[in-house]
């Protein structure tokens, strides 16, 4: 089992930045990937980024030159920098850890971007 703890969703003004993490602890193997979700009610969830052990990283489209994954390996944590956020990135963000067949989920944090 893995567990998932995400932190540093909030509300912010368009334009604004902002910085979630999350932390892995448990059976963790390796290689693995980690990344981010996010989710609207009433649509489906989508990727984000993910980043991988190697550090090998893939973006949505719509976040790139925005958005930044990184990861602290020797933390098992995994972060996503989110800067020039506009309305449409307001979603319950999910932090994700996947191992070969096997993935994990955090239980989300809520990132609002309104003026």
Same mark, same amino acid.
């Given at each position: ?22 932390e892995a ?16 009610p009433?649509?489906? =969830?989508?990727? /984000? ?5 190697? $550090? *090998?990283?893939?973006?949505?489209? +719509?976040?790139?030159?925005r ?27 999910l932090?994700?850890? =996947?191992?070969? /067949? ?5 239980? $989300? *944090?809520?990132?609002?971007?309104? +003026?």
């Amino acid at each position: 089992q893995v567990q998932l703890a995400e932190s540093g969703g909030g509300l912010v003004q368009p334009g604004g930045s902002l910085r979630l993490s999350c932390e892995a602890s448990g059976s963790i193997f390796s290689p693995n990937t980690m990344g981010w979700y996010r989710q609207v009610p009433g649509k489906q =969830r989508e990727l /984000v980024a993910t980043i991988t052990t190697y $550090g *090998t990283t893939n973006y949505q489209d +719509s976040v790139k030159g925005r958005f930044t994954i990184s990861r602290d390996k020797a933390e098992n944590t995994v972060y996503l920098q989110m800067n020039s956020l506009q309305p449409e990135d307001t979603a319950v963000y999910l932090c994700n850890f =996947r191992w070969r /067949v096997v993935q994990y989920w955090g239980k $989300g *944090t809520l990132v609002t971007v309104s +003026s």
